[in-house]
């Protein structure tokens, strides 16, 4: 299995209930190398860009708004079959659909603050990270 790189939002809700560090933890415990990481507060037009796919739907304005919100923590991760289980160690969108024991599950307040994005694909990886990171910002495996 090929090693695979998923961009981390850690939210502006994260960041709010101080919950970086236990985030950035279980990350770590479930066997994922931080190759980037930075903190930032996206400007409406920036948080707007990088959800772009959504930008038809709904949620998108309420979206882009709590995202621009405040502070947040752009993560590039690497480990074999990244996309997957990252998906399964934060859970599902909605914290209440959310397996018991994921990160949504225990830390997130609603299906919009939900504490955590996650890619949905290598390809989504690959474009998400380019968003938030140049190539020489991102530290090699040794």
């Known amino acids: 299995m ?24 279980r990350i770590q415990e479930a066997g994922f190398e931080i ?6 507060t996206m400007s409406k ?14 949620f998108f304005d ?14 590039v991760l690497e480990k074999e079959n990244a996309i997957a289980d ?3 160690l934060i859970g599902a969108t909605d914290p209440d659909e959310a397996a018991e024991g994921t990160i949504r599950s225990d ?20 474009k998400e990270t380019a968003y938030f990171f140049a190539e020489h910002e991102i530290v090699a495996n040794q």
Do not use: W
């Open 45 to 58: 037009a920036e948080a707007e860009g990088f959800y772009a796919v959504h930008e038809d739907k709904p």
């Open 107 to 126: 830390f997130a307040g609603s299906i919009q603050e939900n504490i955590v994005h996650g890619s949905d694909s290598p390809a989504n990886g690959q």
């Open 62 to 75: 309420d979206l882009t708004d709590f995202m621009s919100s405040g502070p947040c923590v752009p993560v």
């Open 2 to 25: 090929a090693i695979e790189r998923t961009l981390a939002i850690l939210k502006p809700d994260c960041v709010r209930k101080q919950k970086i560090g236990e985030v950035l933890r």
């Open 35 to 40: 190759q980037a990481m930075k903190m930032l």
């Open 86 to 88: 990252f998906r399964d």
